[in-house]
């Protein structure tokens, strides 16, 4: 096949991914000039279905957008009706919360590793086939999600859409007697974290960079998971540097109250989903976007784990902007939740009411906090009776379209650049570029069929 031909290429749907969308590439002479994420799933309207509803449904409701991140809606529900109502949970509460949320990002970043983006890197179509050619490596992976489960489990009373949380806190909270079987499990489960960083970090990785400015969330003199200020990164093209610099660059914040006002959400005519622009430009949210705003606050296990697998030292201000190393920053991320999740385990006191009241009033209030793939927003309007009047939710996914549509065309022009490519090897680069961000596509609205287009270059 030749860069000149003219081709349409199908692919009915692209595996290990959450969800089902449409890919349309196309190339002139040789130049990609169009990558679209047609995301072609029906609207799920969650945003219209939550108004006229109580106050006190959406942590329950939003959980049933995703059964990989359910704890991600509902803790930012929670947080935005709880700032709706003039309502702050603290103390223990808030631990138990945050370890809740470690359980989650335990599962959901091990299932991405293990069973989703690993066969990648190894010449594997699935992790069926993972599982023949690295059975322990798929085994010490089931270990690790596990441990993520239990948490969700005794937590939030099942691993899938937990049935515990509620405003102001839990509808029971766990003993410290209960935790202690948990603490043994996890100590067993940072073993398997910090071999499974070892183990991707020897995967080969194509030389890339991203050229997107990064948000995430921040809190001072910790990792940000369920709560924290949107923290913006410049994109280095900004300051003159590379698309693949690994040195971090000044930061900007904005309040969570003024979070539409930053990221603005546009519908797209290829796309049931909204896609969003950060002050007018295309931005990433997710992994690299944590690790690079608040990477030196991770734990010390974790940061020498970093530093092992070359990603460097996040002190010292080195970034990640390859995607393909991604699945290296999930894994330390892993290790981290581990390590976050016995830290508020061994100095965890039963609090005394498992919930604090939560009273309505009219109001409208704001959450977000990091799901596994970046920072989910949540604002709900509440009237004086209780009643929400008008919710809006800003998945990560859909604010990674756009990073993930410019990303494809990157990789695609680069191979392009090199000669010949065939069908089926433009395919698993494509799918693979994609796998990179794991997109959440039933959050954002669903993936994957790819249509290439190429037309003889002009004389």
């Not at 939550?50 to 449904?57: I, N, P, W």
């Not at 009706?81 to 809740?100: F, I, K, S």
């Not at 209030?365 to 309007?381: I, K, V």
Request: with cysteine.
């Amino acid at each position: 096949m030749t860069h000149r031909g003219s081709r349409t290429l199908h692919v009915g749907s692209l595996a290990r991914v959450e969800g089902e969308t449409a890919l349309h590439l196309r190339t002139d002479g040789g130049e990609v000039t169009e990558a679209r994420l047609a995301i072609y799933e029906p609207p799920r309207f969650f945003e219209a279905f939550l108004r006229g509803r109580s106050y006190t449904e959406p942590p329950d409701i939003t959980s049933r957008i995703c059964g990989i991140c359910p704890v991600a809606y509902q803790m930012s529900a929670c947080r935005a009706v709880e700032d709706a109502c003039g309502v702050t949970v603290d103390g223990q509460l808030a631990a138990l919360r945050r370890l809740l949320y470690c359980g989650e990002w335990i599962e959901s970043q091990t299932l991405h590793i293990h069973l989703l983006h690993a066969p990648d890197f190894l010449g594997c179509d699935s992790a069926i086939d993972l599982a023949r050619t690295h059975r322990a490596d798929v085994e010490r992976g089931l270990r690790l999600k596990q441990a993520g489960n239990t948490i969700m489990e005794l937590l939030g009373g099942r691993a899938i859409h937990p049935v515990n949380v509620r405003l102001g806190g839990f509808h029971r909270t766990p003993t410290a007697a209960e935790l202690r079987p948990l603490a043994e499990r996890l100590r067993r489960a940072r073993d398997d974290a910090h071999q499974t960083v070892r183990w991707v970090a020897g995967f080969d990785f194509p030389d890339a960079g991203c050229d997107h400015d990064l948000l995430a969330l921040a809190v001072p003199g910790s990792y940000a998971i369920e709560s924290g200020t949107p923290t913006v990164m410049p994109a280095p093209q900004a300051a003159g540097l590379p698309a693949g610099s690994d040195r971090a660059l000044p930061t900007r914040t904005f309040t969570v109250c003024d979070f539409g006002d930053h990221v603005v959400e546009n519908q797209v005519p290829h796309s049931t989903a909204l896609q969003s622009l950060l002050d007018g430009r295309r931005h990433l949210t997710g992994s690299l976007a944590r690790y690079a705003i608040s990477g030196r606050w991770l734990s010390p296990t974790a940061v020498q784990a970093a530093q092992d697998a070359g990603l460097g030292d996040p002190r010292r201000g080195i970034v990640c902007r390859n995607p393909f190393r991604s699945i290296v920053v999930r894994a330390v991320e892993v290790l981290y939740a581990v390590d976050e999740a016995l830290r508020i385990i061994d100095a965890y006191e039963r609090p005394p009411r498992p919930h604090v009241d939560v009273s309505p009033r009219a109001a409208t209030g704001h959450g977000a906090t990091e799901a596994p793939r970046g920072l989910l927003y949540h604002r709900y309007a509440v009237d004086g009776e209780g009643t929400v009047t008008d919710a809006v939710l800003v998945p990560p996914t859909a604010q990674n379209q756009g990073a993930i549509e410019a990303d494809l065309r990157r990789v695609v022009q680069e191979r392009l650049g090199r000669g010949e490519v065939t069908d089926a090897e433009l395919t698993a680069l494509c799918e693979r570029a994609i796998r990179n961000h794991d997109p959440c596509i039933s959050c954002s609205a669903h993936f994957l069929d790819l249509t290439v287009e190429r037309t003889a270059a002009r004389d």
